[in-house]
């Protein structure tokens, strides 16, 4: 168990990079907190793979340092950064059984027998792997391999960091839930640091207590899911989480005011706004309202989501999406909207007005 | 599932079948009508039962044979599978230099047969070849027309120029669809090289492994080309394998008969063995 420290990160994957856009990953700097569980996310390709791969040993880094506990690790095999790593798809070994290859990180590391086994039999037991523990791993479903794959991650009782890289992505819709409550236990359970790679957000806010937002090889927001959800640094963090994501408007700053199509428009963070750049107000389609004056809106379609209907507006020339619930009336063509002060932003070049950069 | 039967797909069947037909049952049925009967030309046949299968099984001539055969094609697989696994294992996985080995690896099989025959005939040649004179040089007596033992040394060797690049592409292929997470994982795990091979590569290949047993076995079991170019069977015939002795029954001595017989043994012995030699490597499966 360990703390780990980045600092100043950066990797790209042609030998002799020169410019910025030749990085996988452009400079970060993050910290970790030991026992934390931690959740990478961002769309394919913007580096969160390359980020884990870095922390697990995998790549080498083009520049930076990473440290787990103050000891640097930059440039330390795998092995001896004791880390666990489960990919995406299930990764066992198919001419063992399935006791063999949760021993097997353990007889590698020359673990005497006897305490082998007892820590299998733990590890199974919470995995429910017992039953099926002297059976050929290969003939297990795809949920059952990608088990064995966590257990070999967790079976090391010393590891400094487990980590995950999109570790449902196989699994069958109704077991992904089961097994992501599994690991959410497991973390619980054993306090191990945890770092978990994935495009779903679901599957990063329900298990992370801090999820870092990457895009484009840069982290965009690191926070808990309430300050992802509720206070975006950047409308990226704002439209890609959260179902449907925030509305983004264009605005005028003018005079400690926001204006959308001239209308004033209370944002909780104007005082900070520069009015320098392109500014944008973003508010949650959550923390939108029907009224009876303000921003006129034509209703273009309404979609059921069950307990709650999505609508969508248009107002001068843009689309603002808002949440009614189950019963709620649903306005006829032409109404207002207002947006709920507490949590409107104001964005200026995608970055939340007042934001430490 | 409802499954409908329809006998009418028979119909699909047939133009396979004819062709199937045409290029094997019907030469192998010329070779059967062959072994159970007894001709003088003129197309008159003779009934004559199992009798040319029962002098072949006890020709000790055949017997020889089928003894050395089996003594080459077991040197042949024990020497080209474990050296082609190594040489794949040992081949770059990307750079520029995979085509360059892929390229070179593979030319000993664009060698027409006869010509590789040739080329070891000379190359093995105690007074002018480069390998025969080479090894007398060393002071080892060589002489592959006189000697049975450097007579086999240079079929082996030949055989092993020729057909280790087959179980090397193979492996090569096998070991290249490998994900790179199971290598990875390995890392991750702390597994030292020999339980990467052991544990990951190896049961990764065990198909292309079967596969280059079964073709090196076949093969070699019906040998015939180079060897009658390098040795002609000989010194006497201690380098007479199955199918040289089969062609000169057959073609030599004009013993149709007792050839077709000896032909059927042959087919069967390969099928047998091939059969043999899948259901064991492949029994783990099963389970």
């Known amino acids: 168990m360990a703390e780990i420290r980045i600092e100043n990160l950066r990797h790209s994957y042609s030998a002799n990079p020169q410019g910025e856009e030749d990085y996988a990953l452009k400079r970060l700097s993050i910290t970790w907190q030991d026992g934390g569980a931690y959740a990478l996310l961002g769309p394919s390709g913007c580096g969160k793979t390359t980020l884990l791969n870095l922390i697990s040993g995998l790549l080498t880094p083009t520049e930076g340092r990473i440290l787990f506990d103050g000891r640097d690790v930059s440039h330390s095999s795998p092995e001896e950064r004791n880390i666990a790593q489960v990919f995406q798809f299930p990764v066992i070994y198919d001419t063992m059984t399935v006791f063999d290859n949760l021993a097997f990180p353990l007889r590698n590391r020359g673990v005497p027998e006897s305490e082998i086994k007892t820590r299998v039999a733990e590890i199974a037991d919470m995995l429910e792997l017992t039953k099926t523990l002297h059976k050929r791993a290969s003939g297990l479903t795809a949920d059952g391999k990608q088990k064995i794959s966590l257990g070999r991650g967790l079976v090391r009782p010393d590891v400094n960091v487990i980590m995950f890289d999109e570790p449902l992505t196989v699994i069958d819709p109704h077991l992904k839930w089961q097994l992501r409550s599994k690991l959410k236990e497991l973390h619980l359970r054993t306090k191990r640091t945890m770092i978990y790679v994935t495009h779903d957000q679901t599957e990063a806010l329900t298990f992370a207590d801090q999820v870092v937002v990457m895009n484009l090889g840069e982290v965009v927001q690191a926070g808990t899911p309430v300050e992802l959800f509720e206070r975006p640094q950047h409308t990226f963090v704002g439209h890609f989480i959260g179902s449907p994501g925030m509305n983004v408007l264009p605005c005028e700053v003018r005079g400690g005011k926001a204006l959308f199509a001239g209308i004033p428009v209370e944002a909780a963070n104007i005082q900070a706004a520069s009015g320098r750049g392109r500014a944008e107000i973003g508010v949650r389609p959550e923390f939108v309202s029907i009224a009876k004056s303000g921003i006129a809106a034509e209703v273009v379609r309404v979609a059921d989501a069950g307990r709650y209907r999505i609508v969508e507006a248009r107002s001068h020339g843009h689309t603002i999406k808002l949440l009614l619930k189950e019963g709620d009336e649903v306005p006829q063509s032409s109404t207002f909207l207002a947006f709920d002060p507490a949590h409107t932003q104001v964005y200026e070049d995608g970055w939340i007005a007042g934001a430490h950069r | 599932m409802n499954k409908t039967f329809n006998n009418k797909a028979w119909w699909l069947v047939l133009p396979v079948f004819l062709m199937v037909a045409f290029n094997a049952l019907v030469p192998l049925m010329t070779v059967v009508n062959y072994s159970i009967q007894e001709t003088f030309g003129n197309n008159e046949f003779f009934w004559s039962g199992t009798t040319w299968f029962e002098q072949i099984l006890h020709d000790e001539a055949f017997h020889d044979s089928l003894r050395r055969q089996l003594i080459f094609t077991g040197l042949i697989l024990l020497i080209e599978i474990p050296l082609g696994l190594a040489i794949a294992l040992c081949m770059p996985r990307n750079g520029p230099w995979v085509s360059v080995c892929l390229v070179l690896i593979a030319l000993p099989l664009l060698v027409p047969w006869n010509v590789v025959g040739s080329m070891w005939n000379i190359m093995a040649l105690p007074d002018i070849g480069l390998l025969g004179k080479g090894i007398n040089a060393l002071g080892i007596p060589f002489n592959y027309t006189r000697q049975p033992i450097s007579a086999w040394f240079t079929v082996i060797l030949m055989d092993v120029w020729h057909w280790t690049s087959l179980v090397v592409l193979l492996c090569y292929a096998g070991l290249v669809a490998i994900p790179d997470a199971y290598y990875q994982a390995a890392k991750v795990d702390g597994a030292r090289p020999w339980a990467v091979f052991r544990y990951i590569q190896l049961p990764k290949l065990k198909h292309v492994l079967t596969i280059a047993v079964l073709l090196r076995f076949m093969d070699s079991f019906m040998i015939y080309t180079e060897v009658i170019v390098l040795t002609g069977?000989?010194?006497?015939?201690?380098?007479?394998?199955?199918?040289?002795?089969?062609?000169?029954?057959?073609?030599?001595?004009?013993?149709?008969?007792?050839?077709?017989?000896?032909?059927?043994?042959?087919?069967?012995?390969?099928?047998?063995?091939?059969?043999?030699?899948?259901t064991l490597m492949m029994r783990e499966e099963a389970k």
């Not at chain 2, 007792?258 to 091939?274: D, G, K, Q, R, W």
């Open chain 2, 233 to 278: 069977g000989g010194p006497g015939s201690t380098t007479k394998f199955l199918s040289i002795d089969l062609v000169q029954k057959a073609l030599g001595g004009f013993d149709l008969g007792p050839a077709a017989a000896f032909s059927i043994v042959y087919f069967l012995i390969i099928l047998f063995l091939s059969w043999l030699f899948y």
